[in-house]
């Protein structure tokens, strides 16, 4: 047997013994994250789903002027409060998410045909209240329209001459977009769960191997040590590829439970498109091995390669965080970019889109070509009578 | 047959390894004696090639390590200071490794196991993971395991630290065998009665440098009253008493 299968069953078999590495690569990667977003993601839609049905509360400061308006909030479904006291402190204090502030003179100005100054007191830093201010000032456009309307009916002018242009949206997102939309961030927990699944092998069999005194018996054998290093970084990429499937099995099954349906949403996460996924992310798994070897080399001990293995576990995000900050589509510019690309052939994959055989292809090419610099430069470190410690 | 020719090695401004030549011959012990820091270490890492020398060259079966390291450190069994063993492997796994490693397999790593386990009486342990092994039966799985491919030369780092008295005996007695057997064995120690008991040639050095070789007989008849720990310290350049 070649002496790098050597050392990467030894890796492979010597870690299935070790409770913290099968504890983090088989149960909390694969099961704990397609938990944590199927949760995340059942809140995220019934907050989005309930809001538009929930009663608009409206705390109202001189109401007893304007009865008029008050019947027609409320029969608009605007629930409201009577309100005594400063608003603004109020509003800023979180108590109120709205406070309207009707004036004394509004019955007196409405008869005369003045305009009247109503405030509407909001926190524009509460994302929460934004979708309540948007209600509330849609109600009060509403009424104002209507007086105005009468007022020109009763001076013998038609309303609808004030109305010149009509807005209608029109939404053309699928919706399978929805979804995606809500559904982006699940590439992301892919990565995190297939990086996870190979740390503490990596660690073992760098840091570890040295912390125990195991690497100098080890190195003098005749064997060469691009051997050894291919073997460690395999061996680490065999656990990230077991770990990477768990999980894509894992959310396969988990994202059933989420009741997209119900808001007109679809995911294509069938059978075929977890087996695209888990093919699309074996690069990824092999870059992630040789990145963890390379960086667990270099430190002096297990808790620092720990340490330092926790920061490059993030390490994948920053690509992924540019493109959403920036507004990033998937182009062909940007498919050399590891963690990018496969980000944006699972976010395809998913919308059901096909994909270009030229961004599976620098997919691929690129991100195995990253995981062999990475080895090599591995294996120069492992040359160098330094690695000892 | 170890030979080491003017072996220097320097680490920064520290000369670690000035000057070491030495002959380890078949079917002899060879000690390789000095205090705490004399470069002992060093050199046998040179030995074995987890360091490079700076000058000098290292020649095992007359092969020289830096033109051939593969053939060299094949026909050596290493047991460097530290000898750590995989726990979570059982000792037969991990001596199996290291034959796997050096192109055994089948029945015949298989048995050349059995056999090591009955030499070096493993019986007891040999199918237990190594976590919470003694000291002692961690050394017998480094020896194991340096053993595994049957090599001429063996080469130890200090092999008896920390062992009680039953194991260093035991260990004593199988180094004792194997030389029987024609190997050529080198080991270091700083404990100078270890080395008496055993060596059949000793190589003294401090400072990074060989200070006195020969067999024990030689060395004592060097100093007058004759006891090998005066040959040491003078040796070391203390004052033997007169």
Redesign the interface.
């Known amino acids: ?1 070649r ?1 790098f299968l ?2 990467f069953a ?1 890796e492979v078999a ?2 299935t ?2 409770r913290r590495t099968v504890l983090s690569a088989l149960l909390l990667g694969p099961l704990g994250t397609p938990l944590l977003f199927t949760v995340m993601m059942n809140i995220a839609l019934a907050r989005s789903h309930e809001s538009p049905q929930r009663p608009l509360e409206l705390a109202v400061v001189g109401g007893e002027y304007a009865p008029n308006l008050l019947g027609f909030l409320r029969s608009h479904g605007a629930k409201l409060v009577e309100f005594h006291g400063d608003p603004a402190t109020a509003v800023r204090a979180h108590e109120r998410k709205l406070v309207l502030v009707v004036p004394a003179q509004i019955g007196e100005r409405l008869a005369r045909g003045a305009p009247v100054d109503v405030q509407l007191y909001t926190d524009s830093s509460d994302t929460s209240a934004g979708a309540d201010r948007g209600r509330a000032e849609a109600l009060l456009r509403g009424y104002a329209t209507q007086l105005a309307a009468w007022r020109l009916e009763a001076r013998g002018v038609a309303p609808s001459l004030l109305q010149a242009i009509v807005v209608d949206e029109v939404d053309v997102s699928t919706p399978t977009g929805r979804a995606v939309a809500l559904l982006g961030m699940l590439s992301y927990f892919i990565l995190f769960a297939t990086l996870m699944g190979g740390v503490y092998v990596a660690i073992d069999a760098t840091a570890g191997e040295r912390e ?13 040590r691009s051997q050894l290093v291919a073997g460690k970084i395999l061996a680490a990429a065999a656990w990230m590829a077991v770990s990477l499937t768990l999980t894509v099995a894992a959310f396969t099954v988990s994202l059933r439970f989420l009741r997209l349906d119900v808001f007109g949403m679809a995911t294509n996460l069938g059978p075929r498109v977890a087996l695209a996924i888990v093919a699309l992310m074996l690069p990824f798994a092999l870059l992630g091995a040789a990145l963890m070897t390379l960086v667990a080399s270099f430190t002096r001990s297990y808790r620092e390669a720990q340490t330092w293995l926790t920061a490059v576990v993030l390490v994948p995000t920053v690509p992924i965080m540019f493109a959403a900050l920036y507004q990033l589509h998937g182009r062909a510019a940007l498919m050399w970019i590891p963690s990018l690309s496969q980000h944006f052939l699972i976010d395809s994959l998913l919308r059901g889109e096909p994909l270009s055989a030229a961004a599976v292809l620098s997919s691929v090419g690129a991100t195995t070509a990253f995981a062999l610099a990475l080895g090599a430069a591995a294996v120069r470190l492992y040359r160098r ?1 330094q690695i ?1 410690g | 047959m170890i030979v080491l020719e003017s072996l220097r090695k320097r680490f920064g401004e520290v000369e670690a390894v000035r000057e070491v030549s030495l002959a380890a011959a078949d079917g002899r012990i060879t000690g390789l004696l000095g205090p705490n820091g004399a470069g002992k270490s060093t050199t046998l890492r040179m030995l074995y090639g987890v360091l490079r020398p700076d000058a000098g060259r290292v020649l095992i079966d007359g092969i020289d390590g830096a033109v051939d390291g593969v053939a060299a450190r094949a026909r050596l069994g290493a047991m460097p200071h530290a000898a750590g063993i995989y726990p979570h492997l059982t000792a037969r796994e991990n001596v199996a490794y290291y034959g796997r490693l050096l192109g055994l397999g089948g029945a015949a790593l298989a048995r050349r196991i059995d056999a090591l386990v009955e030499l070096l009486e493993m019986q007891e342990f040999a199918g237990r993971r190594a976590k919470g092994f003694s000291q002692g039966q961690r050394v017998k799985v480094a020896l194991a395991r340096a053993l595994v491919h049957e090599p001429r030369n063996l080469v130890l780092d200090e092999p008896s630290n920390g062992l009680d008295v039953l194991a260093t005996r035991s260990l004593r007695e199988l180094l004792v065998r194997l030389r029987n057997e024609g190997h050529t064995i080198l080991f270091s120690s700083h404990v100078m009665q270890e080395v008496a008991a055993l060596c059949d040639d000793i190589v003294i050095i401090a400072r990074g440098q060989v200070v006195a070789h020969g067999t024990p007989a030689e060395l004592m008849r060097r100093v007058p009253g004759g006891s090998l720990e005066d040959a040491f310290v003078q040796a070391l350049g203390g004052e033997a008493p007169a």
């Open positions: 047997m002496a050597t050392v030894k010597e870690n013994r070790d125990r005194g195991s690497l100098e018996p080890l190195l003098t054998l005749p064997v060469a009578e000892l």
